[in-house]
């Protein structure tokens, strides 16, 4: 026949009362389904290190101590081993003091009087049981706490009153509110949203709306948050209701994070993608772009544009005797000049190595891109300062009108580079008109050799 196995249990029990000793003792022996140890100190040694250490299960402390009340016992142990449920008794009259030992730590008290044989091993045990949910839920609560900060979104809670019940750290950062300060309050007063662009608040609170309809909801696009300090944060959130055992909403829980980090790395993005690297001037892709767009203008009003093919003369000599280098900084010189020689409504475009293109975007006669050609090689007969020296560079200039000169971004730019060579023919350092084909193409005019540079 097997016999069921008993736990023991240690006790470690402070009284200077050896009557108290020997009741309690003989209360505890009498244990049928757990079996009791019982260590008896009369006094608190000051060495107490051991507590901590597992040797010891519950304690079972005395609150009238020789020449000292037995908080001060309390305050001891509670600060050597807080994990280890504390139990304190007392007589008539102690009622006071068990309240504050019990409001300072102890799990509960005890009257002399229940400690017999079947209420103190119960009290014990239950003792026991709870420090442990306790302490097995202080840890859920811990791995929670630090798991919700450790993500990159922020987690607002509210109860079903609407007032905040927590905010993990990311939240905090974002709203300007503490937990310890946001506990408590209204959730209007923490986290106030306007729409980005009418500056009104949502006619709900997503929460608020999570918890009416029982069910997940999105923020609305282009939410922004006003923090604390007045400043601004573009959000993107869900909210979600958060139920009870008996599925009754309680409460609501909202993620959010700043979306603004992000937009920025798409703009940049999407401005790398559509910007030449060196002159941060738009690239063949926005060029392409942006004459298709001038196109269907000029065909809606009936308007037209012109399309100015500007190449650097003699440039390859300047990279040849100053290096890669200098020729860089060249280039960036002739985007800041060329930019300051049109309206905001044009554009300048690097196309490639030291040709560039100019969108004039609405002419009214082809002498207004005459004029602007001039006004762009009058602007070149200044010095460019590069690695220390003063260059004067010039260019050759080639025009082609919308729409007489080509119907697309790739007729026009065609017409405008075969302009281009023919000022370079005449001479270099002027600007000519697409005048119909050319005798020979714009790769065979790359292929011939530059003139010596003087």
Not at 189 to 216: F, I, K, Y
Not at 425 to 443: D, I, L, V
């Amino acid at each position: 026949m097997q016999t069921k196995e008993t736990m023991e249990t240690k006790v470690l029990l402070i009284t200077a009362n050896a009557a108290n000793a020997g009741v309690i003792s003989k209360a505890l022996a009498d244990g049928q389904d757990e079996s009791f140890s019982v260590q008896h100190l009369d006094a608190l040694p000051n060495d107490i290190g051991w507590v901590s250490a597992g040797k010891v299960a519950v304690v079972l402390l005395d609150l009238q101590q020789p020449d000292v009340q037995g908080i001060g016992v309390l305050d001891r142990l509670i600060d050597a081993a807080p994990q280890v449920p504390i139990l304190v008794f007392g007589g008539k009259g102690e009622d006071e003091l068990a309240r504050q030992a019990v409001s300072r730590g102890a799990l509960d008290h005890l009257p002399r009087a229940h400690l017999d044989n079947y209420t103190l091993p119960r009290a014990l045990r239950n003792a026991i049981e709870r420090k442990s949910s306790d302490e097995a839920l202080f840890m859920e609560k811990e791995r929670a706490q630090v798991t919700l900060d450790s993500i990159g979104d922020a987690v607002l809670s509210t109860d079903a009153a609407g007032m905040v019940t927590y905010l993990n750290s990311v939240a905090e950062g974002l709203v300007g509110w503490s937990r310890s300060e946001a506990s408590g309050k209204p959730l209007k007063e923490v986290l106030q949203l306007v729409d980005g662009t009418t500056r009104e608040p949502p006619s709900r609170n997503p929460m608020e709306l999570a918890m009416s309809t029982n069910s997940p909801v999105a923020l609305a696009a282009n939410s922004v948050l006003l923090r604390r300090d007045g400043t601004e944060v573009s959000i993107e959130d869900t909210a979600a209701p958060i139920h009870g055992r008996d599925g009754s909403v309680i409460g609501a829980v909202m993620v959010f994070h700043d979306v603004g980090a992000s937009r920025k790395v798409m703009a940049k993005m999407s401005h790398l993608a559509q910007h030449d690297f060196l002159t941060d001037l738009p690239n063949p892709v926005l060029l392409g772009d942006r004459i298709a767009r001038a196109i269907a203008l000029a065909r809606r009003h009936d308007k037209q544009f012109a399309v100015l093919f500007l190449d650097l003369d003699r440039f390859k000599k300047v990279n040849d005797d100053l290096g890669h280098d200098a020729g860089d900084q060249l280039l960036q010189s002739v985007a800041r000049r060329l930019t300051a020689c049109v309206r905001e409504s044009d554009s300048v475009c690097r196309k490639g190595g030291d040709e560039f293109v100019v969108l004039l975007a609405d002419i009214t006669h082809a002498e207004h891109a005459a004029r602007s050609a001039a006004k762009i090689i009058t602007a070149f007969t200044a010095a460019h300062q590069v690695a220390g020296r003063e260059l004067v560079v010039t260019a050759s200039i080639g025009i082609a009108i919308y729409p007489q000169d080509g119907a697309d971004a790739d007729a026009l730019l065609k017409a405008a580079d075969a302009a281009m060579y023919l000022a370079k023919e005449g001479g270099r350092n002027q600007y000519r008109f697409y005048r119909g084909e050319p005798k020979r193409g714009a790769r065979e005019r790359h292929g011939a050799p530059e003139p010596a540079f003087p």
